[in-house]
Nanobody, 116 residues
Framework: QVQLVDSGGGLVQPGGSLRLSCAAS????????LTWYRQAPGKERELVAS????????DYADSVKGRFTISRDNAKKMVYLQMNSLQPKDTAVYFC?????????WGQGTQVTVSS
């Protein structure tokens, strides 16, 4: 059974940090590109960061460059999103996505709220 389980969200003050995790099972994790998306209330889902199957290539939305870092551990079948210098505009539900050609899976999402 394919599963992506997102965790690590919560309430944090502006300027704070969070680390999101996504645990995968049921598919060949090391063959998939992993991407974090987010969706704020009333807005479309947007790409935050992605990492290639080997971890050798990463890409970030301009809005998070220099603040967020995506990483993966293929042995543990985990992908992470380290988020620093969080701002209220980062408030959203964050989703992990695994993609390979036409095959794709989604996590259930984890809520991140940045507020004082």
């Amino acid at each position: 059974q394919v599963q992506l389980v997102d965790s690590g969200g919560g309430l944090v003050q502006p300027g704070g940090s969070l680390r999101l995790s996504c645990a995968a099972s049921g598919f060949t994790f090391s063959s998939y590109t992993l991407t974090w998306y987010r969706q704020a209330p009333g807005k479309e889902r947007e790409l935050v960061a992605s990492i290639s199957s080997t971890g050798g290539s990463t890409d970030y939305a301009d809005s998070v460059k220099g603040r967020f870092t995506i990483s993966r551990d293929n042995a543990k079948k985990m992908v992470y999103l380290q988020m620093n210098s969080l701002q209220p505009k980062d408030t959203a539900v964050y989703f992990c996505n695994a993609r390979r050609f036409t095959s794709g899976y989604w996590g259930q999402g984890t809520q991140v709220t940045v507020s004082s």
